[in-house]
């Protein structure tokens, strides 16, 4: 790509939303209290350990999020069961995420969402969190290659 075609991140994250289905804090809590979607945390362990965790959320960092949400690969979380699972997204602020719903969209999980604000928005809305040290082992563990 020539520079004069170039995007910043800031545009390709603008584009990228435009085409997605983005959800609050609020609408999330409601749908995960009633089972009907499954909450993804793909912040790094450093973020968990500061700011704690979201109670029930699948932890699976963005390195491996693809590997582990899709429901025909061999690696696939436990908790993955079909195409038309909703998944709701989160990172951190909710800039990452939304770039790694766009990719999940494109594996055919079409009922991948993104989390409006990330984690940062759900706590600030007052949401449940937990102090991570009091969740035994909430990662999905590594894929072994």
Not at 103 to 127: E, K, P, T, Y
Request: aromatic content about 4%.
């Amino acid at each position: 790509m020539s520079a004069d075609k170039a995007t910043s991140i800031d545009e390709r994250l603008a584009q990228v939303r435009a085409g997605l289905d983005r959800i609050s804090p609020e609408e999330a809590h409601e749908g995960f209290r009633a089972g009907e979607l499954l909450l993804v945390d793909t912040r790094y362990a450093e973020l968990r350990e500061r700011d704690g965790l979201i109670p029930g959320a699948l932890v699976i960092e963005r390195n491996e999020l693809e590997w582990r949400l899709d429901p025909l690969g061999s690696h696939r979380a436990a908790e993955i069961t079909s195409h038309d699972q909703r998944l709701v997204i989160f990172c951190n602020e909710g800039y990452a995420s939304s770039l790694a719903v766009q990719s999940l969209l494109q594996l055919g999980l079409h009922r991948a969402v993104d989390l409006i604000g990330g984690f940062q928005a759900w706590r600030g809305a007052g949401l449940p969190v937990v102090d991570a040290a009091s969740v035994p082992d909430p990662v999905t563990k590594p894929i072994a290659h």
